[in-house]
């Protein structure tokens, strides 16, 4: 599948899509199909309303630091984060016990052990809270298309901890594009990285509180913004398979560096051949 509009990244090459040979079967094989043919899925109901009422309690009170960080910044920002209209706070899985244990939670697992493989580390843990005092779209973009990992394709699992619809920035998707591997990224002031302009046909992923959008991290998806009174509130887990390294270096040359993700405070393995690995 190719677009006029979009590139590969320089990195990006030879890829082959293709998702692991051997399933655990815990995941719903009409789920798993559509994952290999659009690149993501809506799940219902991943956590409980108890397990969405405390990881909440858990996050917001983090994410007032980052807010009250981000004012005190000039013209209140800190790259895409803005006060009173995006944060993200990040590696958060460190500072709390429940949020580790979330990232551990068996229904998560099971999606990753179809997904990616027996073998699996958590590469990133984020809250990202879309508020109302600035609505503001976040663009098109792959989340490799940050920062570039090999393997390119890993998982990210975008937990919805209020109701997320179109009106208040939900996931909206660009399907089968994923299969392409990671395509080249542009900076836009003051969003962020975009790799699609004008795409036409998205997919509306709507998830009501508990659920969650499944996707590649080769995906192209974008939020809308919030446009209701409330905060849109989501935490993001991803996850590797065991031995991904990110690349880092000029994308018009080659990388520089590859650095292992298994940092044991944040990138800690969650299978290993297929079992759950304990929280340490």
């Excluded at 706070?89 to 990232?103: A, N």
């Excluded at 939670?105 to 073998?119: F, Y």
Aim: proline share 8%; with cysteine.
């Amino acid at each position: 599948m190719t677009s006029p509009k979009t590139t590969l990244h320089p990195w990006n090459r030879d890829f082959r899509w293709s998702l692991p040979r051997l399933t655990t079967g815990a995941l719903d094989p009409v789920l798993l199909d559509r994952f290999d043919e659009d690149g993501f899925f809506v799940l219902d109901k991943l956590l409980s309303e108890e397990e969405v009422r405390r990881t909440i309690e858990s996050i917001d009170a983090l994410d007032e630091e980052t807010e009250a960080r981000l004012r005190a910044q000039p013209e209140g920002r800190v790259a895409i984060a803005e006060a009173g209209a995006i944060t993200f706070t990040t590696h958060i899985v460190t500072r709390s016990p429940w949020l580790r244990s979330i990232s551990l939670h068996p229904r998560i697992l099971d999606i990753v052990g179809d997904i990616v493989g027996p073998d699996a580390r958590l590469y990133w843990d984020q809250a990202v809270y879309k508020k109302p005092e600035k609505p503001r779209r976040f663009p098109w973009h792959q989340d490799n298309g940050y920062t570039f990992v090999e393997p390119q394709a890993y998982l990210t699992v975008w937990i919805a901890l209020t109701d997320a619809r179109l009106e208040n920035g939900c996931p909206q998707v660009a399907p089968g594009l994923h299969r392409m591997g990671t395509l080249r990224h542009t900076y836009v002031e003051p969003l962020g990285f975009e790799c699609l302009k004008d795409y036409l046909d998205p997919l509306v992923a709507e998830v009501r509180a508990g659920g969650a959008v499944v996707f590649s991290s080769l995906t192209p998806h974008l939020t809308g913004p919030n446009t209701t009174e409330a905060i849109r509130k989501a935490y993001i887990l991803q996850y590797a398979p065991t031995g991904a390294k990110m690349l880092l270096g000029d994308p018009r040359a080659e990388p520089t560096q590859r650095i292992l993700c298994d940092d044991p405070s944040r990138q800690y393995e969650v299978l290993r051949a297929g079992a759950p690995v304990a929280a340490a």
